[in-house]
């Protein structure tokens, strides 16, 4: 059974920092692609970054990129956002998300997701 | 960056119903192409990949077609739990871009 659990989240004024982490379980980590998505209040899915097995290539969209930091610990079976100069529009639930297969990127398996609130 | 679009954006369905959603893709995509459902404060759940792969466990009145740029999901025999948010996705090319959502309703 894959399991993906998020935490991380809260309140943070704009321009803070945020660093979220999931704890991953149930299948072999090293094998698999790890990304995160988010979705902001009322709002649709919107990809955010990925991170591949290896821990070597990163992807991201552009409105995060230079700002947030996705990475691995294989050691520990974790993927981490490290989200810096935050904004309002960075508002929203932040889902972890596992490729189906092993070297096929789209998600199969999500955690319930840690929700981000960026507010003066 | 990949443009994805649905329709309709929402759309009224009796028990034991058949729905059809489109995606459209700006470009061509081949079959990488990902279906999502998500019911409202839960997070989403993997319906169906490479256009029409189910996921492990999805039943089979779920159904997908399409290539390039042009795809559909068919949901046979509606059922309440069926009532839910449907996104594509293409995951041809980074960024990964998703469609912005059908929300089936009960009619």
């Known amino acids: 059974q894959v399991y993906l659990v998020e935490s991380g989240g809260g309140v943070v004024q704009p321009g803070e920092s945020l660093r979220l982490s999931c704890a991953a379980s149930?299948?072999?980590?090293?094998?698999?692609?790890m990304q995160w998505v988010r979705q902001a209040p009322g709002k649709g899915l919107e990809w955010v970054a990925t991170?591949?097995?290896?821990?070597?290539?990163?992807y991201y969209i552009g409105s995060v990129r230079g700002r947030f930091t996705v990475s691995r610990d294989n050691s520990k079976n974790t993927v981490h956002l490290q989200m810096s100069s935050l904004r309002s529009e960075d508002t929203a639930v932040y889902y972890c998300?596992?490729?189906?297969?092993?070297?096929?990127?789209?998600?199969?398996?999500w955690g319930q997701g840690t929700r981000v609130t960026v507010s003066s | 960056d990949i443009q994805m679009t649905q329709s309709p954006s929402s759309l009224s369905a009796s028990v034991g119903d058949r729905v059809t959603i489109t995606c459209r893709a700006s470009q061509g995509i081949g079959n990488y192409l990902a279906w999502f459902q998500q019911k409202p404060g839960k997070a989403p759940r993997s319906l169906i990949y490479?256009?029409?792969t189910l996921h492990s466990g999805v039943p089979s009145k779920f159904s997908g077609t399409g290539s390039g740029t042009d795809f559909t999901l068919t949901i046979n025999s509606l059922q309440p739990e069926d009532f839910a948010t449907y996104y594509c996705?293409?995951?041809?090319?980074?960024?990964?871009?998703f469609g912005p959502g059908t929300k089936v309703h009960i009619k």
């Open positions: 996705q293409q995951y041809d090319t980074y960024p990964f871009t």
């Open positions: 991170i591949r097995y290896d821990a070597v290539t990163e």
């Open positions: 998300a596992r490729a189906i297969f092993p070297r096929l990127a789209v998600a199969g398996f």
């Open positions: 490479a256009a029409s």
């Open positions: 149930g299948f072999t980590f090293t094998s698999y692609d």
